[in-house]
């Protein structure tokens, strides 16, 4: 059973940083070989792209627009883990943050793309 667990949400001040991880465990290949990304929901809002990073002997990343220059995405393949590093945050980062899975290359932009989700965590940025 492919488990994503994502943590390290919280309040935060504008300006200020979080650090998520999404820690993946089930998979039935190994994580190295797996695209992983963030995307995140805000109230009343759908499903955006946040950060993706691909296969490990790639590291290729790919970010949107909004939060280029303001978050890292990285990871640990001996860990299983995922991290996504948010600094300069903004009130309009304020939302639900959620790891994913993918084998596929494809559109690693677009959330139809993954084939395993976390739980999501809560990432609330005060004015």
């Known amino acids: 059973q492919v488990q994503l667990v994502e943590s390290g949400g919280g309040l935060v001040q504008a300006g200020g940083s979080l650090s998520l991880s999404c820690a993946a465990s089930?998979?039935?290949?190994?994580?190295?070989?797996?695209?992983m990304g963030w995307f995140r929901q805000a109230p009343g809002k759908e499903r955006a792209f946040v950060a993706a990073?691909?296969?490990?002997?790639?590291?290729?990343?790919y970010y949107a627009d909004s939060v280029k220059g303001r978050f890292t995405i990285s990871r640990d393949n001996a860990k299983n883990t995922v991290y996504l590093q948010m600094d300069s945050l903004k009130p309009e980062d304020t939302a639900i943050y959620y790891c994913?899975?993918?084998?596929?290359?494809?559109?690693?932009?677009?959330?139809?793309?993954?084939?395993?989700w976390g739980q999501g965590t809560q990432v609330t940025v005060s004015s």
């Open positions: 994913a899975a993918t084998l596929s290359n494809a559109a690693v932009v677009v959330g139809s793309t993954y084939d395993h």
């Open positions: 089930g998979l039935t290949f190994s994580f190295s070989r797996y695209i």
């Open positions: 990073i691909s296969w490990s002997w790639s590291g290729d990343t």
